[in-house]
């Protein structure tokens, strides 16, 4: 089946400071979507891009979805201590079989 | 809020046991869809049911079960625990469509 390559897999950062993850597929998604984690909370939607090429903003968090469909990035800007977390990104396939495909996520820590 | 609610939000049971674990989609989303996510893991996708029909299984154990009813309501029954099935258990529903998946605040269970 599908694998997704998240890295890293880990990361401490200032605050303040700029952070860029991403994804790589062996396949290609149609649908690329970023969550974010809360130890003990469900996934909650950062950004959803549908369009090769595709670059979205919600607030300080840029989304792109790569030109090959084979991957995606996320940064985040000028850090902050609730930017703590893990994020996930994942792809949906096509065909009839849509199920996402999780990376393994990205525990952000942000340091005063 | 990302309006899937998951009941109940903590469960204890004993090895042997069986559960049963509750997911109302968001209004208007036809789709439901269960994932486990165990200590440090990922998001590992077990069923999926649109509109009260089984659309698609994952890593779903024989002991596991789920089902969709006309209220479009989900039910996730764990039967035969052991004590790895502790874990996270995380509803998600969707549109018709699929792309952009919106998760419960899952159901912490622990089996003792």
């Known amino acids: 089946g599908q694998q997704l390559n998240q890295s890293p897999q880990s990361m401490f950062i200032q605050e303040g400071e700029d952070v860029s993850m991403n994804c790589t597929s062996s396949?290609?998604?149609?649908?690329w979507l970023w969550y974010k984690q809360d130890p003990g909370e469900g996934p909650v939607l950062l950004i959803a891009?549908?369009?090769?090429?595709e670059l979205t903003s919600n607030g300080r968090l840029t989304a792109q979805f790569g030109i090959t469909r084979k991957d995606s990035f996320l940064n985040i800007s000028a850090s902050i201590p609730s930017d703590v977390g893990i994020y996930f990104c994942a792809g949906l396939p096509s065909g009839s079989a849509r199920q996402l495909t999780f990376g393994s996520g990205t525990q952000l820590t942000v340091l005063p | 809020d990302s309006g899937v609610t998951q009941t109940p939000k903590h469960l204890i049971t004993a090895t042997g046991q069986r559960v049963t674990l509750r997911c109302s989609p968001r209004s208007g989303d036809l789709s439901v869809y269960w994932y486990q996510q165990s200590l440090d893991q990922g998001l590992q996708f077990l069923i999926q049911y649109y509109n009260g029909e089984e659309r698609a299984k994952g890593n779903i154990l024989e002991r596991f079960s789920a089902q969709q009813f006309p209220d479009l309501h989900s039910e996730l029954n764990l039967s035969s625990l052991e004590l790895g099935d502790s874990a996270l258990y995380f509803c998600?529903?969707?549109?018709?469509?699929?792309?952009?998946?919106?998760f419960g605040p899952g159901t912490r269970l622990l089996v003792l």
């Open positions: 998600a529903s969707s549109g018709a469509g699929g792309e952009t998946q919106y």
């Open positions: 891009l549908y369009k090769a090429g």
């Open positions: 396949s290609i998604f149609n649908t």
